[in-house]
Structures are given as structure tokens and as C-alpha cells.
């Protein structure tokens, strides 16, 4: 019988700034049966070498290239590739915690009717640099039974281990999506039945940097969580899926007081993003005028979020 592993899925865009860390922290895990597979998406910058370099060094290392179509298409690609049951995805600039596979690992074999698990994440900034931390939670049954998505769809991507079988069962990927694929794919997912949890473990260090998104993106990011999530309600009715045109009229019908509100509370979360990327690059004055957008914008969630990245609380699986 063949050794239980993991393989892990990493798209690649000019991430030379960061994919070595990334690539070591994955060859350095405690779990050894594990493949890497690295899916080059048409970077012009130094990357192909960094990875070149890791395939001579170390027969686990896996390099695909393709040109540029997107991290969607570069996940499938790689994850049609992967020889293990179980799939980890990894972002070419955060860093795996020494033990995250072989804990991950662990958790899936205590629970065979798993199909995907996240985990808590510390934040680091661009120097590596510990600077907070996000604890996860899923709840499908009461996301479902409330109609609230969002208890369920959050996911830290670079957390986040799944078998392939649910994977290719859903649709992989929607490769159409320059934004939230992987808030569609647990979507469908959870409206397919299969099981999620979050393991409450720190088996990440995400990396906040990076500039600021322009507005006109911001709004187009929220048009597509707030679709997503509507498809998600309505297939749970039972009632067919809407296009994003669809959605958009729909929306436009709804009171203007909830259309208001829903768009504060979203800009307050992206204000508050931005403070953490400010945050995580040093920038205090940017980090400081983003944070007091976000308070003013939604102050209890936003005061509620600064306290909860500021715990400094680790715990361990037992059970």
C-alpha cells in the first residue's frame, strides 16, 4: 500500500521576490511524501530560474509552464497533475509552518468524509516578520440553514488542503473569474454536500504587501463575492443561478438602504485590508488614514477585527 502524501499546488506570476522562501518552507516540511508542483503562469521576471534551480536540487520539485492565463488556470493545471489524493495550495509569496502537511494530513485521515479544511494563519509582513494573526471558522450547516454564505465561504486560500475527487466532482476552478474563484468553488462545494471544516491550528504565515486597489476594482471584487454568494442562497432554494449581468439588475431592485449599507460595510472591510497591507509594509500613516476610513465606515466590525488580529493565541489539535 502506498504511502499516504501531499501534493502541493503553487501558481507562479513573477514572484521572484518571494517564491524561494515559499519553496523552502514546502521542501522543509516534517511530512517527506509530498511532490511540489509549481505552475509558471508567463513570468518575465527571474522566476523560471529560481524554479529551474529547485528541480535540479530536489526530485520533488515539479515545474509546469504555461503562458500567462491567470492563477485559476495555473491551480488546475497543477492540481490535473498532482499524483496524491490530497491537494494543498500554496501563494508563491507566503511560508508553510514547518509541520502544516503533516498536521493537515493528520486531520484528513481522523475524518475520511472530509472533501476540504483551512487553518488559522499568522500575518507576516514583506521582511517575514510576524505582525498578527486570523483564526478561521466554517459553519455550512448554520451558513446554510441562516442563508449566510459567508460563514462558509472565507477561506485563507494558502491554508486551505482538499481531495480531488469533490474537486473534479464541482468543476474545478471557473477559470472566467479574475477574482473569488475559490469563494465559487466553496460555494459549490457546500451546495453539493460536501464537508468542510476548519482545522484550529497556526499552519501558515500569509504575507500582507502590496499596493492598494483602485476603487473601480474594489467595486467590481464586491459585485462578484455578493453574486457569488447569491447563487450560493439560491441554489440552496433551489431556484436556478443568475449570470453577473442578471445579479447586477437584480441588485439595482433592491431598497436603496440596503444597497448603501451592504456597500459601506464592504468598503470598511477593504479599508481595513489596506491598513493591514499598510501595516505589514511599514507604511504607518497610510496604515493609520486606511484604519480610520474603516472605523468610520463600520466602526464596531472594524474595532471587533483589530482586537482579533491582535491576539497573540496559539493553540494545538488534540482530538
Known amino acids: 500500500m502506498p504511502k499516504p502524501g501531499v501534493s502541493v499546488v503553487m501558481p507562479v506570476y513573477n514572484g521572484e521576490r518571494f517564491v524561494a522562501e515559499t519553496?523552502?518552507?514546502?521542501?522543509?516540511?516534517?511530512?517527506?511524501?509530498?511532490?511540489?508542483?509549481?505552475?509558471?503562469?508567463?513570468?518575465?521576471?527571474?522566476?523560471?530560474?529560481?524554479?529551474?534551480?529547485?528541480?535540479?536540487?530536489?526530485?520533488?520539485?515539479?515545474?509546469?509552464?504555461?503562458?500567462?492565463?491567470?492563477?485559476?488556470?495555473?491551480?488546475?493545471?497543477?492540481?490535473?497533475?498532482?499524483?496524491?489524493?490530497?491537494?494543498?495550495?500554496?501563494?508563491?509569496?507566503?511560508?508553510m509552518l514547518p509541520d502544516r502537511l503533516e498536521r493537515q494530513l493528520w486531520f484528513f485521515e481522523r475524518r475520511p468524509h472530509l472533501a476540504v479544511a483551512c487553518s488559522n494563519c499568522y500575518f507576516i509582513d514583506a521582511s517575514g516578520r510576524r505582525i498578527?494573526?486570523?483564526?478561521?471558522?466554517?459553519?455550512?450547516?448554520?451558513?446554510?440553514r441562516e442563508r449566510r454564505p459567508s460563514l462558509f465561504l472565507e477561506l485563507t486560500h494558502s491554508t486551505v488542503m482538499m481531495r480531488k475527487k469533490p474537486f473534479f466532482e464541482v468543476g474545478e476552478y471557473?477559470?472566467?473569474?479574475?477574482?473569488?474563484?475559490?469563494?465559487?468553488?466553496?460555494?459549490?462545494?457546500?451546495?453539493?454536500?460536501?464537508?468542510?471544516e476548519c482545522q484550529n491550528e497556526f499552519l501558515i504565515e500569509y504575507r500582507l504587501h502590496g499596493g492598494a486597489l483602485t476603487m473601480g476594482l474594489v467595486e467590481m471584487q464586491r459585485d462578484i463575492c455578493a453574486w457569488i454568494d447569491l447563487n450560493v442562497v439560491r441554489r440552496l432554494e433551489g431556484q436556478p443561478e443568475l449570470s453577473l449581468e442578471e445579479f447586477r439588475l437584480w441588485e439595482h431592485g433592491q431598497p436603496f438602504v440596503k444597497r448603501m449599507r451592504e456597500r459601506l460595510n464592504f468598503k470598511a472591510l477593504h479599508s481595513f485590508k489596506k491598513a493591514s497591507r499598510f501595516y505589514g509594509e511599514r507604511r504607518y500613516l497610510k496604515c493609520a488614514f486606511s484604519l480610520a476610513a474603516a472605523v468610520s465606515l463600520n466602526p464596531a466590525r472594524t474595532v471587533n477585527r483589530v482586537f482579533s488580529r491582535m491576539q497573540n493565541r496559539d493553540t494545538r489539535l488534540s482530538t
Open 23 to 95: 519553496i523552502e518552507s514546502v521542501l522543509n516540511q516534517t511530512l517527506r511524501e509530498i511532490e511540489l508542483i509549481a505552475v509558471d503562469d508567463g513570468s518575465t521576471d527571474s522566476s523560471p530560474d529560481i524554479l529551474a534551480g529547485y528541480t535540479r536540487r530536489d526530485s520533488r520539485v515539479v515545474v509546469l509552464r504555461q503562458n500567462q492565463a491567470g492563477v485559476p488556470t495555473a491551480a488546475n493545471t497543477g492540481i490535473r497533475r498532482a499524483k496524491y489524493d490530497l491537494v494543498a495550495r500554496i501563494d508563491a509569496d507566503d511560508r
Open 132 to 144: 498578527g494573526q486570523s483564526s478561521c471558522s466554517i459553519d455550512v450547516d448554520k451558513g446554510s
Open 174 to 196: 471557473r477559470e472566467d473569474l479574475f477574482y473569488g474563484d475559490d469563494r465559487h468553488l466553496w460555494g459549490r462545494m457546500a451546495t453539493n454536500g460536501f464537508s468542510m
